[in-house]
């Protein structure tokens, strides 16, 4: 029975990547305490050094800017319901003030 050992992330980036990364890094990636390298790490790199990583090793950067737009129109919306409900709420306690003040000044008045 023949063992396949499993490739390292190490194992698929070129040498030179792999001198450009951080001890700590190269060593969780190796061990399997992590899947990809950290964005802030990605950061610090060069340019040329990020393009030579495989995809799949590199954590998101950036955000889908869709979704960001959708979650946007979705937040403002929101506010708009909760401010209109504010509002309609006020004019219903002010109507309801309304109503009980005059009610209690024409008891009071009728009652004398």
Do not use: C
Not at 20 to 44: H, M, N
Not at 71 to 81: D, I, K, M, Q, S
Request: no cysteine.
């Amino acid at each position: 029975m023949s063992t396949v050992l499993a490739k390292s992330p190490v194992d698929e980036m070129p040498p030179e990547v792999v001198d450009q990364l951080p001890t700590d890094v190269v060593q969780d990636l190796a061990e399997g305490v992590i899947e990809k390298i950290p964005e802030e790490v990605i950061d610090r790199l060069p340019e040329s050094v990020v393009d030579r990583i495989p995809d799949h090793l590199l954590e998101a950067v950036g955000a889908d800017p869709l979704l960001a737009g959708i979650l946007v129109g979705v937040g403002a919306l929101a506010v708009v319901v909760f401010l209109w409900g504010v509002v309609k709420s006020a004019w219903k306690a002010a109507f309801f003030a309304v109503v009980v003040g005059g009610a209690a000044w024409f008891w009071y008045f009728n009652i004398r």
